[in-house]
């Protein structure tokens, strides 16, 4: 009998939370879709996981023996892939870099130039992911480091360097009674419809409907999307509007749309995420220390980066 890992992975969740709710938030899925995920677990191994109350999800026998050696097996497994993915990178000289939408604006080509410079024979492979993975492919071992926007869900388990913050604007159809004006405040947007990343993307869409200055007023939902094609699409039709980086404007201009600067919201953030497994990646290092020399801007000394060898060391070249 094979079981998939990612049965292995939401059984672990629910098993470390005790609820459903709270292992659907950070595994980035919906609640009903890991209910039915745990159920097929149940019906592969042909006994029962969890008792399940109103009070949360407590282990059985069965599944607290599967839950003590769980973690050891799925360390081991993810400890593979990497090495295998990071062998495959290494002869390929590729390093992958997640990113979602626009990544590092206009700051990453001269990232990549200057990692370029520094790594001579290597080379950056941009992997585009979905707004239903805020951490641009590094939860799923699927890229190297990643340039994403802050605050995103699990970021407490990654490496976080924050390289320069961005006004939110709003995104509007130009037939919107607002697409005139030339600023627009927060509190006039109460109302509206909003169009949002998918639910389990948890913390990272609250951020993007801006939750924490709603005062506790729940936000309308106008539409869904996790493609900027999607996003744009929504907003052109009238579905509803949406808060974005200022240089969404430059990057994602559309007949039909308009970007205005928006007052009563704080400011969008970008950073250079890692995993702590590529602590002592030498390649990973020279990134983000490319990242952190090109695109921070707060003004103060550069803060210390802890990847990879001292900063004069010669380029990696096996």
Request: hydrophobic share 45%; with cysteine.
């Amino acid at each position: 009998m094979d079981v998939d890992t990612r049965l292995l992975r939401y059984f672990a969740a629910v098993a470390a939370e005790g609820n459903l709710t709270r292992a659907a938030e950070r595994l980035y899925v919906s609640q009903p879709s890991l209910t039915k995920q745990i159920r097929q677990l149940e019906n592969l191994l042909g006994v029962r996981l969890f008792d399940r109350s109103r009070s949360g999800m407590a282990l059985t026998a069965a599944g607290a023996e599967l839950a003590a050696e769980v973690p050891d097996l799925l360390a081991g497994w993810d400890r593979i892939l990497r090495e295998t993915r990071r062998a495959a990178g290494r002869e390929a000289r590729v390093l992958r870099v997640g990113f979602l939408a626009s990544a590092a604006n206009e700051a990453t080509p001269r990232i990549i130039a200057e990692f370029a410079r520094r790594q001579p024979g290597w080379r950056v492979e941009m992997r585009q992911a979905s707004w239903g993975d805020p951490t641009g492919g590094l939860a799923a071992a699927e890229v190297d480091v990643a340039i994403l926007r802050l605050p995103f869900p699990g970021a407490d388990e990654l490496r976080v360097r924050e390289l320069f913050g961005e006004p939110r604007w709003v995104a509007l159809a130009s037939s919107h009674p607002l697409a005139s004006r030339g600023v627009v405040d927060f509190a006039e947007l109460l109302d509206e419809p909003f169009v949002a990343a998918p639910t389990e993307t948890g913390g990272w869409r609250d951020f993007w409907l801006a939750t924490e200055e709603r005062a506790g007023r729940v936000p309308r939902i106008g539409a869904v999307t996790d493609q900027p094609d999607e996003w744009l699409s929504a907003i052109a039709n009238g579905y509803g509007i949406a808060l974005a980086p200022e240089s969404s404007a430059r990057f994602y201009a559309r007949p039909g749309i308009v970007y205005r600067p928006v007052t009563g919201v704080a400011p969008s953030r970008v950073g250079v995420v890692w995993t702590p497994a590529a602590e002592e990646n030498a390649v990973v290092g020279e990134f983000v220390r490319c990242c952190v020399r090109i695109g921070y801007s707060g003004g103060a000394p550069e803060p210390p980066i802890p990847v990879g060898d001292d900063d004069n060391a010669a380029p990696e070249t096996e």
